[in-house]
């Protein structure tokens, strides 16, 4: 592969592997994306669509080996019960830290709508996500604060309260219990297709509605 055709097949994999998208949606960014950095004459669509197919057809040829509870799905479960327990807790929040962060006001801005404040909140973005897909070395790193918060001892507070519950999720966890560091679960490894009638993980609006009941 060239340079450029090796730029574009990562964002094939990284795509497939998160399975926040379907197929379709996936072959429309592929192509937006080699327009964009005007490699149609080096790169076709034939060539793009052919490596989705391949990827996709490998993934799912993967997941018969996956044994259930996926750390996917006790991360989904762990993260239910932050919310349960009044933190917000957002999965792939954006590409950054600070869209993650942008994402947690939005939502924190609809809670407080509903007379609600939560005690603190946690989320990944797609650029964690995207080691956690990774061949080697996988792993999750879990951002945490307050809304509003710069006291230390707060912060800290809603950090043990997030790897507590990570831990009684069966996560080995990595994080020197200080505000300046996120937490990290080495070794995890994200497990997801896409499903259109399964639930949406970026639907911010069901982790509203579960922490207003």
């Known amino acids: 592969m060239t340079e450029n055709e090796e730029f574009i097949f990562e964002s094939i994999f990284n795509q497939i592997r998160m399975g926040f998208l379907s197929i379709d949606e996936i072959k429309e960014n592929i192509i937006e994306e080699i327009e964009d950095n005007e490699f149609e004459d080096e790169i076709s669509e034939e060539w793009a669509f052919e490596k989705i197919d391949q990827e996709h057809q490998k993934l799912l040829e993967e997941s018969k080996q996956w044994k259930s509870p996926t750390d996917t799905e006790r991360l989904i479960n762990a993260f239910d019960e932050l919310a349960d327990e009044n933190i917000v807790a957002l999965h792939n929040a954006g590409y950054t ?21 939560s005690d603190g909140y946690c989320f990944y973005h797609e650029q964690d996500l995207a080691r956690a897909i990774a061949i080697e070395d996988p792993s999750l790193y879990i951002a945490f604060q307050k809304v509003d918060n710069s006291d230390e001892a707060t912060t800290i507070e809603v950090g043990k309260r997030v790897a507590e519950v990570l831990i009684n999720n069966d996560f080995k966890i990595k994080w020197d219990g200080s505000a300046r560091t996120k937490i990290e679960i080495p070794g995890f490894r994200w497990q997801k297709i896409f499903d259109e ?17």
């Open 197 to 213: 009638d399964a639930r949406d993980l970026q639907d911010y609006s069901e982790v509203v509605d579960r922490m207003i009941q």
């Open 97 to 117: 830290t600070s869209d993650g962060e942008y994402e947690v006001v939005e939502v924190e801005r609809e809670l407080q709508e509903n007379e609600v404040v």
